[in-house]
């Protein structure tokens, strides 16, 4: 869960960088570990009051209905190996994608300035002799 935790934090600083600072520090990871902590501790304490251990056996309490320990173990499994795995499946996917297109959109750019700087090249103040081209060049670093 706290693998969980850290994907949520990687996705706001792929997807929301500007954010990152307002949601993503130590005070609030520590206070995130703290309860996920506690969930976790609550969530399967209850083990402790389905099983019984008496003559050398640990089996299921004979008070309880065996449906309800099976509800609930199957209700706990499907949470923490389905759930969270799926949930971290998808913000890593959704990091992919948005690196994916920041990556794309960066080439885009670099590829501008690669014509912009090829355009300027063209009008460089040796070949047009003119004063204006000059002040472009030299403002460019030509």
Known sequence: ?????D?????ISVCYPFRR????????????VVCLSCSVMALHVVQAYFWHYSDGVCDIRP????H?????????ELLVFFVVPLAILVLNILVIVARQRITEKMEKLLEGERRLSILLLSFRPSVLNSRRYELVGILWGF
């Open 63 to 66: 008070e309880l209905a065996q």
């Open 1 to 5: 869960m706290i693998e969980w935790c």
């Open 7 to 11: 994907d949520v934090c990687r996705y």
């Open 21 to 32: 600072e307002k949601f993503c520090t130590t005070r609030r990871a520590c206070v995130v």
């Open 68 to 76: 309800i320990w099976s509800i609930w173990s199957w209700t706990t």
